[in-house]
């Protein structure tokens, strides 16, 4: 069980789940030990690794952060945040000033006792000189790591950051033995449910239950795990078809009737925060007018996106990134499709029609370049005439993606409204793809900060609103639809009666959460 | 005996020279593609810093040509260098944690897969396209024939994937006898692997059945117009006896040559077979270095398939002149 203390559930912004969460969600009497999950999942590569730094796809963080290793805090299957190797977690005012306690009595696999200094030296992983680490934009904003004992660290701030336990949670910040890091990133030893048995890279991983666990009685149900590598989706299908594998990942819509028709079989579906977008660079003509951004939305229609795109697996998304998976999610009617309005919008701008090159690539997300032409049949009645170009899938992301002024995305969305917005809609970030800033909305970019540093959930209810409100009006990234994690599961597995919608297959953390049936 | 010495030397110092000009050739058109290693790992990561520190990792920043030969003046000590997956990930934790992970420890295992598959398809398919080839001359012209045409052009017309699935939708989904998925790895049991290995074995069989059982019937009835084939049948001799006494160990040449390339194929052509059964051999290892432009891997893969279908060919040559005593006793 967690113990948090009642002050800072009350302070902390996750006040609300934290409550749901002591409910848990597992009805731990139906669960039961004993057994092996095989599962096929597509995502891995020969170069993968136990660095957590390099983790970026489903595989490696099913095997990373959801078996072998854990991080200081964990999102729940509801999507509140519970602690992993912290227990409990206190902020000061300014919200600067963060001190976790940690876990006693954890022990990692090579039998080294886990404590504050394991802790620090993995989070400096992130930021040390000349590292790559996607997650260095997490840890960078710390100014300092203390450590109060042997289990306590206290992480100071350069400006106050409310959601700074959620960040915790990221599946790259994987806690390491201190001094024995090379080695525990070369043999996969952390302090997970289940300890490196095998790993053939881009083929195979099998790991063991360890014997006992502080998790024993809520997760880690399974005695054995096998994960393969099934890239190929056909090959997936078949695996799960023939019973071969438990689970997949990602199943193929055009087939997914061959996996409906089986009754050993059942789909599981999932709405997130993952969503495909069409980002504009608006600091660059014509989409630097705010009009031409409106005129550009009305002409877009959602509903068909989602119908012949996503096959009805998605919902339709009102141009914010703020999704299911977020806790402050606006309750925002979408732009419609509507050829007059987009007109208008056009008349507004001093234009009479429109001619702008639509780049997509399958690179973005499958189906790109069919939901490209399906836009530009849509916007034609408007006047608006959209070329698409079709990209090559290699280096999309380097060639094409906030280098072309409008081009195909996605993003798999963030667990924290403002870690989502820090990464894609923050003046001057890396990834920001819509070069947003404070030309275009002054308050945006204000309401970011202030909201950042706010522990009040109403006030920070109330001001992510309002951001996503202009997103869905002003913004530059038109985000028709948010597209559900769907994968499948045979009927010897059993999964709780709610699984995460954070990232697919559970969060990553179906070798902890599922049990056989 | 000297003159095959002779030739067998010849041959593999052109063979050099092959693999030589194959690396040029690999090495240009990777370099060709567009995205870097770089590019591809970071994929929508790709920050501007993230990508320059990387190629400055593994010297991509350095010019096309002195990359070559830097690699070229490595592989002739038989040192085909680090995978660049290995050497950014030992950027990252330092060398400790990376050794003993060069290109040749990566493929090592992945070869040898590849080697159980061509062995357990070359032991199903050679007796078969021949047995069969044989069966076909002896009943040249019946429906036995025909049938036997039919069934072999049209699973050569086929793309490899096609027979695949419908192998899959068989002898895996309908009629659930072989497994779908061929994962084997380290420690398996030989029956095991055998039978996870069944259903590619089974689709390369397939593939190259017709050459090698076309080129059989084809050698066979060539030679039953010979004089000494009709005396042997106005001797009384049955036919399948005239067949494979007489008339099959002069048809081996042609027939020994056609199976040194179908073998080279299995270890060459095996890349969609082994993707579609996810079978972690060389071809696997192949499709995602390419993908991920790791040169040093496609490089390695790329010579080994090149020498593969230079010593096939040799040792095909050799064989059909031992089998020629003509040539073996030069006058």
């Not at chain 1, 502080?214 to 099934?230: L, S």
């Not at chain 1, 959930?457 to 609103?465: D, F, H, L, T, V």
């Amino acid at each position: 069980m967690t113990s948090i203390s009642r002050r800072s559930l009350l302070r902390t912004g996750a006040a609300a789940g934290v409550l749901a969460a002591t409910g848990l969600p597992i009805r731990a009497q139906e669960a039961k030990r004993g057994g092996r999950l095989v599962v096929g999942l597509s995502g891995a590569n020969t170069s993968d690794n136990w660095d957590g730094r390099t983790h970026s796809d489903i595989f490696m963080t099913s095997s990373g952060q959801g078996a072998v290793f854990d991080s200081l805090t964990e999102v729940a299957a509801d999507g509140s945040l519970v602690g992993e190797l912290a227990t409990d977690w206190e902020a000061s005012e300014d919200a600067k000033t963060w001190t976790f306690n940690l876990r006693k009595g954890v022990t990692f696999h090579n039998g080294k006792k886990f404590g504050a200094d394991d802790v620090i030296e993995s989070l400096q992983l992130h930021v040390a000189e000349g590292s790559k680490s996607s997650a260095a934009p997490l840890v960078s904003p710390i100014t300092e790591m203390k450590k109060l004992g042997e289990h306590q660290v206290q992480f100071v701030l350069a400006e106050g950051n409310a959601d700074f336990p959620y960040l915790m949670s990221d599946y790259h910040l994987l806690i390491y033995p201190a001094g024995q890091i090379e080695e525990a990133i070369a043999q996969g030893i952390g302090t997970g449910l289940y300890r490196n048995v095998s790993f053939d890279p881009g083929v195979r991983w099998v790991g063991q239950r360890v014997e006992s666990h502080y998790k024993d009685g809520q997760a880690g149900w399974f005695d054995e795990i096998e994960f393969i590598a099934i890239n190929d989706n056909t090959a997936r299908m078949n695996a799960l078809l023939t019973g071969q594998v438990d689970a997949i990942n990602r199943i193929d819509f055009k087939t997914e009737s061959l996996l409906k028709a089986n009754p050993a079989i059942r789909i599981q579906e999932v709405p997130g925060n993952q969503h495909y977008t069409f980002p504009m660079l608006t600091n660059i003509a014509p989409f630097d007018d705010v009009n031409v951004r409106r005129a550009l939305k009305h002409g877009i229609n959602r509903e068909e996106l989602v119908q012949k795109i996503l096959f009805g697996h998605g919902k339709v998304a009102a141009d914010s990134p703020i999704g299911a998976a977020n806790q402050y999610m606006a309750d925002l009617d979408p732009i419609p499709y509507d050829p007059d309005k987009a007109k208008f919008y056009l008349k507004e701008a001093g234009l009479d029609s429109l001619s702008v090159d639509l780049s997509a690539s399958s690179a973005a997300f499958e189906g790109a370049v069919d939901a490209a032409q399906l836009y530009q049949a849509s916007a034609a009645p408007a006047g608006i005439d959209i070329n698409v170009v079709q990209e090559p899938a290699d280096g999309y992301w380097s060639n094409v993606w906030i280098k072309k002024p409008w081009c195909a995305s996605y993003w798999s969305g963030r667990a924290t409204e403002d870690w989502m917005f820090s990464s894609a809609y923050q003046e001057g970030v890396a990834w920001n793809d819509s070069q947003w800033g404070t030309d275009d909305s002054e308050r945006f970019q204000n309401l970011l900060v202030e909201a950042r540093a706010t522990l009040d959930p109403s006030k920070r209810r109330e001001m992510y609103g309002e951001m996503q409100q202009i997103l869905r009006d002003d913004g530059g990234v038109i985000i028709p639809m948010f597209a559900n994690w769907v994968q499948a599961v045979s009927n010897k597995v059993a999964t709780p009666d709610t699984i995460g919608n954070l990232w697919q297959m559970d969060n990553a953390r179906h070798a902890e959460r599922w049990w056989m049936a | 005996m000297s003159n095959v010495l002779k030739i067998i030397l010849q041959r593999l110092l052109l063979g050099l020279l092959t693999l030589f000009v194959v690396s040029v050739v690999i090495f240009a058109a990777v370099n060709m593609l567009p995205g870097d290693f770089a590019e591809v790992i970071l994929g929508q990561g790709a920050t501007p810093d993230a990508v320059a520190a990387i190629r400055r990792d593994l010297g991509l920043d350095q010019p096309l040509v002195l990359r070559y030969f830097h690699w070229l003046g490595g592989a002739v000590q038989g040192d085909l260098g680090t995978s660049f997956a290995q050497a950014n990930f030992a950027s990252f934790v330092g060398e400790g944690a990376a050794k003993g992970a060069t290109v040749m420890q990566q493929i090592a295992p992945r070869f040898e897969n590849t080697m159980f598959l061509a062995g357990v398809t070359a032991l199903i398919a050679v007796p078969f396209a021949v047995g069969l080839g044989i069966l076909a001359a002896l009943y040249r012209n019946t429906a036995f024939d025909k049938g036997a045409n039919v069934f072999a052009l049209s699973s050569i017309s086929s793309p490899e994937f096609f027979l695949a699935y419908v192998l899959i939708l068989f002898l895996a989904v309908l009629n659930p006898i072989l497994p779908s998925l061929s994962n084997i790895y380290d420690g398996m049991g030989l029956g095991e692997r055998i039978e996870k290995t069944l259903l590619p074995a089974l689709t390369l069989t397939l593939v190259v059945t017709a050459h090698m059982m076309r080129m059989t019937r084809a050698a066979i009835i060539n030679l039953l117009a010979s004089p000494y084939i009709e005396m042997a049948r106005l001797k009384g001799m049955k036919p399948m006896h005239v067949i494979v006494r007489h008339a099959l160990p002069n048809a081996l040449a042609p027939i020994i040559n056609v199976i040194a390339l179908n073998l080279a194929y299995l270890i060459t052509g095996v890349v969609v077979v082994e993707v579609v059964f996810v079978y972690p051999g060389i071809g696997q290892l192949f499709v995602d270095a390419v993908k991920n432009r790791d040169i040093p891997v496609v490089q390695a893969c790329c010579l080994i398939f090149a020498a593969a279908y230079i010593l096939l060919n040799l040792l095909a040559d050799i064989l059909s002149i031992l089998s020629n005593p003509r040539l073996r006793h030069p006058k």
